[in-house]
């Protein structure tokens, strides 16, 4: 039985991972910068103009009225076709990811703060150009002509950032289209994901048995149909704690919910609540859940390694046939696995501040993501030898990084599983060779000791055996 701890932190992530995965929100937010400083540097322009020395005046801008309209109109101009430009380049960006990769890669883009930069300075620089230019005024017989020099000349330089930041975009855009960059940021959102995760702490047996879900606990029905992105287990336990009960999930973040099927179930652990305190119950529980069409990666360790599948997947596919990124692809799928493999147990069962169990949790299942990571691949991609190979050094990896007991029998069957899918491909000696290196060299990681005398070459002899109907030498 273990607290919850660093919610806020998890909900912090949330908010920036949605702020960060739509576009519009910061150049926005430059935009209204622009339209502001718009306004205010022309007012400010015409009350020290007078007083600016020759040598300042010499810097700033030195055209009339009809120069002043010009150079702005032209700025104005010449910022929407690189704005157009940066669109046309990103939708590009985006089509080759998803086709080359992965589908699932398209919120990289959308979250790039680059493309976020380069969108707020052509943007500002448009909305500020289009304000400062009803400033100008010509002379006429009533007033005389105001040419806000500063403003003007704030105008150029930021069209010289913006010019400077299509430069720097486009060198961005080639280094974030190549797959290695892909991955790498997978990679690291997805390690940040586990960083966020609380401390486990192994499962308090009497803690478990206090909190046995009830075959008549009340059910939690979905409202609507979705990914669950975010689950909000501090709200749960204030809940429960709130109102004497004891909770139970039924999915877990990345889960696909439909609506009408069961969110979570709840029982009371004293007196039984009335009709508003049972609705209200059942309104919070589901608040607590956050549904969404798509995937995020703010809390679902899943989704990173989904990712990094398909992009391998899509590698060993016959219409890409790029096995080098799959053996890429698997590297990192080896990191956040060992990251998993070396974390304890996780407890089953959440307290609330007194130390009351009021939480029975779905803990992270890490067989499955094992299994996620390699099930797919073990089908399409056992036939290469650098793929099956890469494979093979995953689960070494893994045994040597395990510092769980009950997950040494699972590394152990997908070697089974996997030596069983190599055998059926039609490698020559040398290879089979190599790869009985490699599975010999995971057996030694997961037991410690080297396998008894004869065990080594039993890959290879076997697999003479099916494919020649004679046991080799």
């Not at 992530?13 to 739509?22: C, G, L, M, T």
């Not at 809390?299 to 990712?307: A, H, I, N, Y």
């Not at 499955?368 to 290469?384: F, M, V």
């Amino acid at each position: 039985m273990t607290r919850l701890r660093r919610p806020l932190r998890n909900r912090w992530a949330n908010i920036r991972d949605a702020i960060r995965s739509s576009i519009w929100p910061t150049p926005t937010l430059w935009i209204l910068v622009a339209v502001v400083a718009g306004v205010l540097i022309p007012e400010v322009d015409e009350r020290i103009d007078a007083g600016l020395s020759d040598f300042v005046t010499g810097l700033l801008f030195g055209g009339g009225a009809d120069a002043a309209r010009t150079v702005l109109s032209a700025i104005a101009g010449s910022l929407i076709t690189a704005t157009s430009l940066t669109f046309s380049l990103t939708v590009v960006a985006l089509q080759l990811a998803s086709s080359q990769a992965s589908p699932r890669l398209l919120r990289l883009f959308a979250s790039d703060r680059m493309v976020h930069a380069t969108m707020s300075v052509f943007l500002g620089t448009f909305a500020y150009a289009l304000t400062v230019l009803r400033t100008v005024r010509s002379e006429t017989q009533t007033e005389p002509e105001q040419v806000p020099q500063i403003a003007v000349t704030v105008a150029s330089l930021l069209t010289l950032a913006s010019v400077i930041m299509l430069a720097l975009f486009l060198a961005h855009l080639a280094r974030q289209l190549r797959v290695e960059t892909m991955l790498k940021n997978v990679n690291e959102e997805t390690a940040r994901v586990i960083e966020r995760m609380p401390d486990p702490q192994p499962e308090h047996s009497a803690g478990a048995e206090a909190l046995d879900r009830p075959a008549a606990a009340a059910r939690v029905i979905a409202q609507k149909s979705g990914f669950l992105v975010s689950l909000d287990r501090t709200s749960l336990i204030e809940v429960a704690q709130r109102f004497g009960l004891g909770i139970a999930e039924e999915v877990t973040v990345g889960a696909s919910v439909v609506r009408g099927s069961p969110l979570a179930y709840w029982w009371p652990l004293g007196a039984e609540p009335d009709e508003d305190a049972r609705s209200e119950i059942q309104d919070c529980i589901v608040r607590a859940h956050d549904l969404e069409y798509e995937r995020t990666a703010a809390e679902d360790v899943g989704f990173g390694l989904r990712q990094l599948a398909d992009v391998a997947l899509k590698a060993v596919s016959p219409g890409i046939n790029d096995p080098t990124t799959a053996v890429h692809a698997l590297s990192h799928t080896s990191a956040i696995l060992c990251l998993l493999v070396q974390r304890p147990a996780e407890s089953a069962v959440l307290a609330d501040g007194d130390g009351t169990p009021r939480l029975l949790r779905k803990i992270m299942d890490v067989p499955a993501l094992i299994e996620l990571s390699l099930g797919q691949l073990r089908h399409y991609g056992a036939g290469d030898i650098g793929v099956a190979a890469r494979m093979l050094q995953l689960l070494r990896e893994l045994a040597f990084a395990n510092r769980r007991a009950d997950l040494e029998a699972v590394i152990r069957q997908q070697l089974e599983r996997l030596t069983a899918r190599i055998r059926e491909q039609p490698f020559d000696a040398a290879e089979m060779d190599q790869l009985e290196g490699l599975r010999t060299a995971a057996l030694t990681a997961l037991s410690g000791v080297w396998p008894p005398d004869g065990a080594a070459g039993t890959l290879l002899a076997e697999a003479r055996l099916e494919t020649t109907g004679t046991p080799s030498p």
